[in-house]
Nanobody, 128 residues
Framework: QVQLVESGGGLVQAGGSLRLSCAAS????????MAWFRQAPGKERECVSA????????YYADSVKGRFTISRDTAKNTMFLQMNSLKAEDTAVYYC?????????????????????WGQGTQVTVSS
């Protein structure tokens, strides 16, 4: 059984940093498609960053490019999201997502429906 558990969220001032972790169990993250999504109150869930998709380079939403970095540690079976220069508009619940089966068509991996497994979410609040 696959489980994804996020951690690392919290309250931080604008300009600060946080590092989110997504620990996976049941399957290895090394050959998986994985992503971070976020959902703010009243807004749709959006993909912040994805790794392992059709491009060899990670995907980043325009709003976080240059500030967020996605990575994964296969030894720890964990994915990370390093978030720097945080802004008030980054406030949201952050979810990690994973897909372990090969997709029929190569995708960038920024679509929520692409993923089969989700974590429970971790709250990130950035005070201005």
């Amino acid at each position: 059984q696959v489980q994804l558990v996020e951690s690392g969220g919290g309250l931080v001032q604008a300009g600060g940093s946080l590092r989110l972790s997504c620990a996976a169990s049941g399957r290895t993250v090394s050959s998986s498609y994985m992503a971070w999504f976020r959902q703010a109150p009243g807004k749709e869930r959006e993909c912040v960053s994805a790794i392992g998709g059709s491009s060899r380079m990670p995907y980043y939403a325009d709003s976080v490019k240059g500030r967020f970095t996605i990575s994964r540690d296969t030894a720890k079976n964990t994915m990370f999201l390093q978030m720097n220069s945080l802004k008030a508009e980054d406030t949201a619940v952050y979810y990690c997502a994973a897909r372990f089966r090969v997709p029929p068509i190569a995708e960038r991996g920024d679509r929520a429906g692409f993923y089969d497994y989700w974590g429970q979410g971790t709250q990130v609040t950035v005070s201005s």
